[in-house]
Nanobody
Framework: QVQLVESGGGLVQAGGSLRLSCAASGGTFGRFVMGWFRQAPGKEREFVATISGRGGTTYYADSVKGRFTISRDNAKNTVYLQMSSLKPEDTAVYYC?????????????????WGQGTQVTVSS
């Protein structure tokens, strides 16, 4: 059974930074494509970033490109999301997701496993 546990969320002022972590257990982590999504109140869950199994390919939503960086440590079964220059509109619950795939995925339906989410709140 694959389990994903996010951590690192919190309250930060606009312009600040946070690093989210997602620790995976079960499965073969190095074969997972990993993704980060977010969901703001009253809105649909949206794609943020994704990374291939070996970390060689990444892709970002336009709204976070240049501010967020996704990375992974396969020895630690962990994926990270470094968030900088945060804006109030980045406020959301952030979810980690995983799927076995040879190609990165940018839609929620492309992932099989999800974490419980971690709240990120950016104050103005």
């Amino acid at each position: 059974q694959v389990q994903l546990v996010e951590s690192g969320g919190g309250l930060v002022q606009a312009g600040g930074s946070l690093r989210l972590s997602c620790a995976a257990s079960g499965g073969t982590f190095g074969r997972f494509v990993m993704g980060w999504f977010r969901q703001a109140p009253g809105k649909e869950r949206e794609f943020v970033a994704t990374i291939s199994g070996r970390g060689g390919t990444t892709y970002y939503a336009d709204s976070v490109k240049g501010r967020f960086t996704i990375s992974r440590d396969n020895a630690k079964n962990t994926v990270y999301l470094q968030m900088s220059s945060l804006k109030p509109e980045d406020t959301a619950v952030y979810y980690c997701a995983a799927t076995y795939s040879d190609s990165i995925r940018v839609v929620t339906s492309g992932y099989d496993y999800w974490g419980q989410g971690t709240q990120v709140t950016v104050s103005s």
